[in-house]
């Protein structure tokens, strides 16, 4: 892994900074985020590297590590890392979003700090400022088990990251500018499977390696910004058993749609005649359809992957049969959701629905997308860091949308959007979705239980079909077209916590809020102090920063 540097050690005293029991072994990262050139269609473009790699490097962590990663920024714009589906407990402050973070200014670092928890599993890592995203910086983040965890299945032969993403030849700055002019993104260029599509001329490498009748993982991401794409491998099933930190039931599918955001872990067993298979990967919900392929070889094969790619399923009933069929594993004993073993979210109070309904405008000529009639902007001062230094009444109003908004949106008002919410009060929310393209919501800091996805507008009624028993707990959920999604979850992880489209161009142009969650002792029980090495910008930039809680 050149230019990486991992050391594992046992450091007693800076466990403190983080509020966590020492002995809790650390990962030391230094990553330098540059242009390069690379092509993976086959034309020469400008991409984003992290240390000279496209994807970027994979985290390789085991829970309760604590990571330590130092970000150079080599671009010529500010940037920031999230860590998706990473719960940061406690810690909103390594978030890495615009409403949390001050950017990583050109030509200077910034160092994360964060403890991955529990939450066996794979996720991705990923630009948020900008269109960074459309253009690399994204790579793939394990959470292994601990010894002493045992997993619902043998140990895999290997372990392999497949990271899928959709993909333009224009530069992230050229896609900006037609998003800036208040125009929309065209179809992607291509997909790719780890920066990469097979030609199939007989010259490919191949992306991974299986030794005849054994199994392997495969992590399987979603790093894209606008299109579902389904994924499959010829000649072999693959049989599912996590999804955003939950075990799953096992299930066998031939193939898995993966929508924007979002990562499941499969195993495949080499059991079909040694030679090379390609795993494939298409745009879903278009008419043009764009496929990329990877081969997998054999270590003992003879002969070439058969030209006759496995067919893609059509529609999006498949892709709603396929997400009713993901169901939480309750007798798993590792990867728990919050609240730590809550397995009868179906029988919790809720106190609070909010229904968010998506929304694309055009506002004096701009084009904006909106939630509940809201379209965010990042003030220039993080709204986290607002409320830390008790200037958010400068910055931003809390509550500036409606939990259930009137049937018609009106006019779109671009602004901060914020929500107060209670502490520990257990939530749902309701993703409604009026327009014709496909939807992926992110929620950073929970996992929360997806109970139900169907068509049409949702109305209370609804509540008897959800999933009350055995609905995943995770942290992305697809909303299909003129459909809603529900949600469950505890807001009991204290901190500024987004709430985002994955579809970027639409994060980008204002489709995601925050929620802020304070606990009441503002006590450091429940939520960490703002880090000393925090990037302070905007009103509070050159300020001494507050007391700070110390109990
Ligand atoms: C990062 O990469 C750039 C371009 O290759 C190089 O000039 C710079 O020295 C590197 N910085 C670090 C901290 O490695
Ligand atoms: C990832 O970490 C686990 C646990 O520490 C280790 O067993 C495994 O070899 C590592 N894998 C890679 C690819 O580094
Ligand atoms: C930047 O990197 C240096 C080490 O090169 C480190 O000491 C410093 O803390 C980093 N800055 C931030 C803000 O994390
Ligand atoms: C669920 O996990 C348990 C315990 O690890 C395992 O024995 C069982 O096979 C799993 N069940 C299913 C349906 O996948
Ligand atoms: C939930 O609400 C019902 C009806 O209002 C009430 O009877 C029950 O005690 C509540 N349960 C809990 C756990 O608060
Ligand atoms: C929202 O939270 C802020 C910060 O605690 C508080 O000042 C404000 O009164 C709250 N607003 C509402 C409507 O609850």
């Known amino acids: 892994m050149a230019g990486v540097m991992i050391m594992v050690l046992l450091c007693l005293s800076a466990g403190t900074m983080l509020g966590v029991q020492g002995e809790d072994p650390y990962l030391f990262f230094t990553w330098n985020v540059t242009y390069g050139t690379r092509s993976p269609l086959g034309v020469p473009q400008q991409v984003i590297l992290i240390n000279d790699q496209f994807p970027g490097p994979n985290i390789n962590s085991t829970s309760n590590n604590n990571i330590v990663l130092n970000v150079f920024n080599n671009l010529d714009e500010p940037f920031l890392l999230t860590w998706s589906g990473v719960q940061q407990r406690k810690n909103s402050w390594?978030?890495?979003?615009?409403?949390?973070?001050?950017?990583?200014?050109?030509?200077?670092?910034?160092?994360?700090?964060?403890?991955?928890?529990?939450q066996i599993?794979?996720?991705i890592y990923y630009p948020t400022t900008g269109m960074h995203r459309a253009a690399g910086g994204f790579g793939g983040l394990r959470i292994n088990s601990r010894l002493l965890i045992p997993v619902?299945?043998?140990?895999?032969?290997?372990?392999?990251?497949?990271?899928?993403?959709?993909?333009?030849?224009?530069?992230?700055?050229?896609?900006?500018?037609?998003?800036?002019?208040?125009?929309?993104?065209?179809?992607?260029?291509?997909?790719?499977?780890?920066?990469?599509?097979?030609?199939?001329?007989?010259?490919?490498?191949?992306?991974?390696?299986?030794?005849?009748?054994?199994?392997?993982?495969?992590?399987?991401?979603?790093?894209?910004?606008?299109n579902t794409?389904?994924?499959?491998?010829?000649?072999?099933?693959?049989?599912?058993?996590?999804?955003e930190g939950s075990h799953v039931v096992q299930n066998v599918y031939e193939a898995?749609?993966?929508?924007?955001?979002?990562?499941?872990?499969?195993?495949?067993?080499?059991?079909?005649?040694?030679?090379?298979?390609?795993?494939?990967?298409t745009t879903r919900f278009n008419k043009q359809i764009?496929?990329?392929?990877?081969?997998?070889?054999?270590?003992?094969?003879?002969?070439?992957?058969?030209?006759?790619?496995?067919?893609a399923p059509v529609g999006w009933a498949w892709s709603l049969n396929q997400f009713r069929s993901f169901r939480w594993n309750l007798t798993a004993s590792a990867a728990r959701p919050n609240p730590q073993g809550s397995y009868h979210y179906g029988s919790i109070n809720i106190t609070r629905t909010i229904k968010l309904v998506n929304s694309a405008s055009r506002e004096g000529g701009?084009?904006?997308?909106?939630?509940?009639?809201?379209?965010?902007?990042?003030?220039?001062?993080?709204?986290?860091?607002?409320?830390?230094?008790?200037?958010?009444?400068?910055?931003?109003?809390?509550?500036?949308?409606?939990?259930?908004?009137?049937?018609?949106?009106?006019?779109?008002?671009?602004?901060p959007n914020v929500l107060n919410q209670t502490f520990r009060n257990f939530v749902e929310i309701i993703f409604e979705n009026h327009e014709k393209s496909m939807q992926s919501y992110h929620l950073d800091g929970y996992s929360f239980f997806a109970v139900a996805i169907e068509p049409g507008t949702w109305t209370p009624e609804k509540r008897k079909n959800y999933n009350l028993l055995d609905a995943v707990s995770r942290t992305t959920i697809q909303v299909f077209p003129k459909s809603w999604a529900a949600i469950f979850l505890t807001f009991d992880n204290a901190g500024m916590w987004n709430i985002r489209s994955e579809m970027w161009e639409k994060t980008y142009l204002g489709?995601?809020?925050?929620?802020?969650?304070?606990?009441?002792?503002?006590?450091?029980?429940?939520?960490?102090?703002?880090?000393?090495?925090?990037?302070?910008?905007?009103?509070?930039?050159?300020?001494?920063?507050?007391?700070?809680?110390t109990i």
């Open 229 to 243: 794409l389904n994924f499959r491998i010829q000649g072999h099933t693959m049989k599912l058993v996590e999804m």
């Open 94 to 118: 390594q978030d890495g979003v615009l409403g949390t973070n001050c950017p990583i200014l050109p030509g200077t670092n910034f160092t994360y700090h964060f403890q991955v928890k529990d």
């Open 511 to 549: 489709q995601q809020l925050y929620v802020s969650v304070l606990s009441p002792e503002l006590s450091l029980r429940d939520e960490y102090n703002i880090p000393d090495n925090a990037l302070l910008c905007g009103k509070v930039k050159g300020l001494p920063k507050p007391k700070p809680y």
């Open 366 to 415: 701009k084009l904006r997308y909106a939630l509940n009639g809201v379209s965010h902007v990042d003030p220039e001062t993080p709204l986290k860091i607002a409320e830390y230094y008790g200037i958010a009444d400068k910055v931003f109003k809390y509550n500036t949308i409606k939990d259930m908004p009137s049937a018609k949106i009106g006019k779109v008002v671009t602004q």
């Open 256 to 281: 898995l749609d993966v929508h924007v955001g979002q990562c499941f872990s499969v195993l495949v067993t080499a059991n079909q005649a040694p030679k090379d298979y390609y795993m494939v990967t």
């Open 290 to 311: 764009l496929t990329a392929k990877g081969i997998i070889r054999y270590t003992n094969g003879k002969g070439p992957a058969s030209p006759e790619l496995p067919e």
């Open 152 to 226: 619902p299945y043998a140990d895999p032969e290997d372990d392999y990251t497949v990271i899928l993403n959709d993909w333009y030849t224009s530069s992230h700055a050229t896609l900006r500018k037609y998003l800036d002019d208040g125009r929309s993104l065209a179809r992607p260029t291509g997909v790719l499977i780890n920066g990469k599509n097979a030609k199939g001329d007989g010259k490919d490498e191949p992306l991974f390696t299986m030794k005849p009748g054994k199994t392997y993982k495969y992590r399987i991401c979603n790093a894209g910004i606008k």
């Open 121 to 123: 599993g794979s996720y």
